[in-house]
């Protein structure tokens, strides 16, 4: 059927929209591997007449190519609101329809839905890195043509997502659902008891999340924090140039990235190559000398360096974005 059930490691590359300040050149300290710049993301289009059930509005071009290619390589894009969540290969979300049904597969969906919630070929789709390859399928439609499954529920694009990360066919007449990589639907998982406080900051360190400042471990030197005093990482699978994090899925639930902070709140940091990335998951990530940085969840609290050296590529950074190997 053409579905590609081996797990595929190299997860969609994150590419940048560069702000003013220009970034390049190599990292002297480090030697980063330099990956394959990241794959250029085009917007879906078109949308139908919509039912009650499949949402509100219209818009010209419905049922175009951009809604009924194959998925290609998964993806599993993190979302605020959701959690984890699946996308095609572009980074569109991708959903599954309460009227349809998963033992056995079958879709629904036809005519004006269809328009609307376009169907994804089961083509070329491969499982995403951290997803379990045995759960694509698919299912074949009153029209004879084959439609993705996960799980055994059909899989669909929204026509009103109209770039990477959008979630706009969340909840639509109460039966639509972003699909979760087991096929589920996409749920953010509950939150944790409260912890304990933390012990003080160590010196330096700022008082909210939304900073960056400079911290000093008898290991590792001078080093970044963020406003809580959690040490500030750097993955070298990343580029400088083109600026892009090629930590996705799995990886950034476990490495989240530092939010945007203003440079008012950046003390003690270079402020050369101090820009904003733009992932295609719709978040936003702070750059340091034209490198994504990242916190630790294996850090309890502030302090804390457990993620120092981790696989061999990921290392504290210094006050002037340099990776700091010492262990």
Known sequence: MGIKRGTTLAAVAVVVALTATACGGDDTKAGDAKPAGAASQAPASGAGDYGSDYGAGSAAGAGDAAGTKAAGQLAIAQNEQLGSVLADSAGFTL????????????????????????????????????????????VVRTDGSKQLTVAGWPVYRYSKD?????????????????????????????????????????????????????????????HIVDGNGMTVYRFKKDTAWPMASNCTGDCVAKWPVVPPVDKANAKGIVEKGYSVLDRPDGMKQQAIDCWPVYTFTGDKKAGDINGQGVGGTWYAVSPDGKLITTS
């Open 162 to 222: 109209t770039k990477a990360g959008e979630t706009n066919g969340q909840g639509v007449g109460g039966t639509w659902f972003a699909l979760a990589p087991d096929g589920k639907k996409a749920a953010k998982a509950a939150a944790a008891p409260a912890a304990p406080a933390a012990p003080a900051a160590p010196a330096g360190a700022g008082q909210a999340s939304g900073a960056l400042t400079v911290a000093k471990d008898p290991k590792l030197g001078e």
């Open 95 to 138: 959903y599954r329809f309460d009227k349809d049904t998963a033992k056995p597969p079958k879709s629904n969906c036809d005519g004006d839905c269809a328009k609307t919630w376009p169907v994804v070929a089961a083509g070329d789709a491969t499982a995403a890195a951290g997803m379990d390859p045995s759960v694509l399928g698919e």
